[in-house]
């Protein structure tokens, strides 16, 4: 593989993957968070209106429940984790793609091509790795996992499917 097309068929590719992951998974925390808040926060307020309006105790209770699913929604789906990790990811690669195109140490010899591709699928290598492992961790606990069906399922699918 050339030069160019690894830096535009895989490098660019991955960057531009964990960059949309990245903002997806924080557009989604930081709703969420919002949504969670609010309702935490109007929770005094309506138990005011308990005395005077006849179901405003089972709106508190739908309130309640609202906070207590969106909280579950955070741990099942780890929407800041991702957010972040997907960032550092995209960061790294970006990087480590300047150091190359720069000439910068430690992609300053003859060699710095395959030193770039060994960084880079090493990078996403152990990005994989860690999602390998959260999908295998029901498992080991005893429940089940659905299978992955598309690339926006994880990182681990980078190098099986692309987006075109």
Same mark, same amino acid.
């Given at each position: 593989?050339?030069?160019?097309?690894?830096?535009k068929?895989?490098?660019?590719?991955q960057?531009?993957?964990?960059?949309?992951?990245?903002?997806s998974?924080?557009?989604l925390?930081?709703?969420?968070?919002?949504?969670e808040?609010?309702?935490?926060?109007?929770?005094?307020?309506?138990?005011?209106?308990?005395?005077?309006?006849?179901?405003m105790?089972?709106?508190?209770a739908?309130?309640?429940?609202l906070i207590?699913?969106?909280? =579950?929604?955070?741990?099942?789906?780890?929407?800041?984790?991702?957010?972040i990790?997907?960032? !550092? +990811?995209?960061e790294?690669? $970006?990087?480590?793609?300047?150091?190359?195109?720069?000439?910068?140490?430690?992609?300053?010899?003859?060699?710095?091509?395959?030193v770039?591709?060994?960084?880079?699928?090493?990078?996403?290598?152990q990005?994989n790795?860690?999602?390998?492992?959260?999908?295998?961790?029901?498992?080991?606990? =005893?429940?089940?996992v659905?299978p992955?069906?598309?690339?926006?399922?994880?990182?681990?699918? !980078? +190098?099986?499917?692309?987006? $075109?």
């Open positions: 593989m050339e030069i160019e097309q690894y830096l068929e895989r490098l660019d590719d960057i531009d993957w964990y960059d949309r992951k990245s903002a998974n924080q557009r925390y930081k709703r969420l968070r919002l949504l808040v609010v309702a935490a926060a109007s929770i005094p307020f309506l138990t005011g209106f308990i005395p005077d309006l006849q179901h105790s089972h709106i508190v739908a309130v309640g429940v207590a699913v969106i909280s =579950g929604v955070f741990a099942l789906f780890k929407f800041q984790e991702n957010w990790e997907y960032r !550092t +990811t995209a790294t690669l $970006k990087h480590h793609k300047y150091l190359f195109l720069t000439r910068t140490s430690p992609y300053h010899d003859g060699d710095a091509f395959h770039l591709v060994t960084t880079v699928e090493r990078l996403i290598s990005e790795s860690k999602w390998t492992e959260y999908i295998r961790q029901p498992q080991a606990e =005893g429940g089940t659905e992955l069906t598309d690339r926006d399922e994880g990182p681990a699918l !980078t +190098t099986l499917h692309s987006d $075109k």
